[in-house]
């Protein structure tokens, strides 16, 4: 066969446009739960089985500093919406995740607190935009009770040695993480909360004066919002609360659709639920029990690719090893060392 040269133009012009138009995977961006750090191997193997599926996806780690124990830090003390807001700017600069580079936005997953905030996120960002976001064992109807610290870890405990000496004091509310998503039901309570919640009563739109930009921010997430349960979870308490579930003193639970919440759409989750972009799932296990099965699934049933894309069968068993991490994230040596950055003369740390 004789190409002359405009048909041999043609054909390679025909090519480099097929090539440059070639679907690309979605971006993968992770934020991670309550004492861990943006460099535990476990979270870089959920990056790995990612672009293992899906070769030549871009993939993302959120963190708070740039060292693994000032990450680890930020995950106890700090203000949250500066958090988020601090995160909006990160993704913005990330090359990967503009319009140009992700048209269709990003998938998000959020282990424990982190796919609370990876929420937050959603409602207080456009751009990137998250197409889908699933969380797994995350408190979005907060927590009742605080997890125990281990008897060396002098980050954990010098949180909550502050946050059990006055959890509803404005300095609390403003620079203690886990203070700014508790959430007990009883009346007293709730009064305070609704009062003095730095930051869930806020997302969650429970005040009187509701947040028009959250409702539509979520409600338009194009690929929707998966929720996993941790059967087994004993570190969220209530655990139905990462299904926005709200659990009374006596065990009694309002599952979502029939708390006002819902009815009355506060956030936009009733929108979802109405489009069939709202998932309840569960799965087996402890708090963050989290297999290579199991993301396999998320990454191929929920998690919306181009048309093109297709996902490469791998032996995912490799990474579990990787995983086991995020159930148990290393402590590190700033954990045993520290004894607290932050001073507030009104509080002491209880031993």
């Not at 990137?128 to 870890?153: A, R, W, Y």
């Not at 579990?320 to 509080?347: M, V, Y």
Request: net charge negative; glycine share 10%; aromatic share 10%.
């Amino acid at each position: 066969m004789i190409c002359r040269p405009g048909s041999l133009y043609m054909l390679l012009s025909g090519i480099l446009a097929s090539l440059a138009g070639a679907a690309s995977p979605l971006p993968l961006v992770i934020w991670h739960g309550l004492g861990d750090t943006f460099d535990n191997p476990g979270l870089q193997s959920v990056a790995d089985l990612y672009t293992s599926i899906y070769p030549g996806a871009a993939t993302h780690i959120i963190h708070l500093a740039n060292d693994g124990g000032g990450d680890r830090k930020a995950s106890y003390f700090g203000s949250l919406h500066n958090q988020i807001a601090e995160v909006c700017e990160q993704l913005a600069a990330n090359p990967n995740l503009t319009s140009t580079a992700a048209p269709f936005g990003f998938h998000a997953l959020g282990f424990s607190q982190g796919g609370l905030f990876m929420r937050g996120y959603v409602e207080a960002c456009s751009s990137p935009k998250v197409h889908t976001l699933v969380t797994f064992g995350s408190p979005h109807n907060g927590i009742s009770e605080f997890v125990k610290c281990k008897p060396t870890d002098w980050v954990c405990r010098t949180a909550f040695g502050w946050l059990n000496a006055n959890k509803w004091s404005d300095w609390v509310q403003s620079n203690i993480v886990p203070a700014q998503y508790y959430r007990h039901p009883s009346p007293e309570e709730m009064e305070r909360y609704l009062e003095s919640s730095g930051f869930l009563a806020d997302i969650n739109n429970e005040r009187e004066t509701k947040n028009g930009e959250y409702k539509s921010n979520l409600g338009n997430l194009e690929g929707g919002l998966v929720l996993y349960k941790f059967d087994e979870d004993q570190v969220i308490i209530p655990k139905e609360s990462v299904w926005f579930a709200e659990v009374v003193e006596d065990g009694e639970i309002t599952w979502l659709t029939d708390r006002t919440l819902y009815k009355e759409d506060w956030i936009g989750l009733k929108r979802l639920d109405a489009l069939g972009k709202l998932k309840f799932l569960k799965t087996g296990g402890q708090h963050m029990h989290i297999t290579d099965e199991l993301l396999k699934e998320v990454y191929t049933k929920y998690l919306w690719q181009p048309e093109g894309v297709v996902p490469r069968e791998v032996d995912g068993s490799k990474f579990n090893k990787g995983l086991k991490a995020l159930a148990n994230p290393p402590l590190g040596e700033e954990g045993t060392k520290f004894r607290g950055d932050f001073q507030d003369p009104r509080l002491r740390v209880q031993n």
